[in-house]
């Protein structure tokens, strides 16, 4: 690992608790009706998540141009690179690690699928990204995310699946994972134990309330991952800088979920 990859990911991972709260502001072709829900106002949810102070911002490249300049210095910048829907309707990498560098990002993030016909062209992307990365010093963090075709094409988060993820990461040389959390404090801890870079789960499905995105985060961490990346389950309940406060709460202070919620006043 090069001194630059170092230096970024120290930034990724500076605060004093070791871990990572990050925040997902980078849905975009699989976010839905533009008009509604959290995402509706961009600008406006990168501004409420960003006044939650979480330690780094996942955001597409053209959305960073636009948007980031009057938030560079209060996060760490991390360039999302993968673009798809679960069909496979959508499949494009849209960044480079050479465009996070221009960016000043700390990170390139590449979100993929995996499982089905496509799964070999994803980690195609992974490897390839991981191996212009370290021209630049430059980490990646992937985003991985399992499929079941039985009706359709959905994301799932079953323990065998999971562990499939986390080890398509590791293998392709990245070097952080970013993965759902399976709902099985055991099976999640030895996927955990077993895997040699830092391992973040993703937010996940919406949940029906907030408490229950801060248990699920609460139980990841006790399992020994190192952090959240959250994305629905932060703008997507009612005050995203509560909730924001109510993660960080978990993930850096140690604290339950409901003493979490209580703290943040959520």
Known sequence: MSLGTKVRLARLFSHPSGNLFGGAVDHFVGYGDVRKGGLADLPGALARVMAGKPDYVSIQPGTARHLWPQ???????????????????ISELIATPEDAVRAGADALAVAIPVRGATEGKYIRWLTDSVNAAARYGMPVVAHIYPRDFTDG????????????????????????????????????????????????????????????ALQQTADAIRAGARGAVVGRNLWGHGDPQKAALAFRGVIHDGLSAQDALAKAGA
């Open 153 to 212: 094409a959905k994301i799932v988060f079953t323990p065998d699946e999971i562990a499939y993820a986390a080890r398509i990461g590791y293998e392709s040389g990245v070097d952080v994972i970013k993965i759902g959390y399976t709902g099985d404090f055991e099976s999640f801890r030895e996927t955990v134990r077993t895997c040699p870079v830092p391992v973040v789960i993703a937010g996940g499905p919406k949940t029906d309330t907030l408490l229950g």
């Open 71 to 89: 938030y560079a210095g209060k996060a760490s910048l991390v360039i999302q690179a993968g673009c798809f829907t679960p069909d496979d309707r």
